[in-house]
């Protein structure tokens, strides 16, 4: 059985850091594109960051770049975000993701196969 748990999360004031952690089990995704979604209340599920397999190439939404870092330990087959200078609106369910296909990048929810049960963060202002 596959899986993702997700830790990491917590309560932090403005200008914060936390860095989040994924680990998988049941199969290996070294080779693989793992990604990090957000969802706030009220919002659309959406990709934060991404990391592709073999080669590592990253993709982050324009309201994190140069704030988050996206990686991944293949030999402990965990993907982490790094989340720095964290605002009020980066509050949110943070869920990491898994394609079991493809090492390209993805960029869409229904691309992903695999899901965490998600870990909140929350930005206090």
């Known amino acids: 059985q596959v899986q993702l748990v997700e830790s990491g999360g917590g309560l932090v004031q403005t200008g914060g850091s936390l860095r989040l952690s994924c680990a998988a089990s049941g199969r290996t995704f070294s080779n693989n594109v793992m990604g990090w979604f957000r969802q706030a209340p009220g919002k659309e599920r959406a990709l934060v960051a991404a990391?592709?397999?073999?080669?590592?190439?990253?993709y982050y939404a324009d309201s994190v770049k140069g704030r988050f870092t996206i990686s991944r330990d293949n030999a402990k087959n965990t993907v982490y975000l790094q989340m720095n200078s964290l605002k009020p609106e980066d509050t949110a369910v943070y869920y990491c993701a898994a394609n079991g296909r493809s090492y390209w990048l993805m960029y869409e929810r229904n691309e992903y196969d695999y899901w965490g049960q998600g870990t909140q963060v929350t930005v206090s202002s």
């Open positions: 990391i592709s397999g073999i080669s590592g190439r990253t």
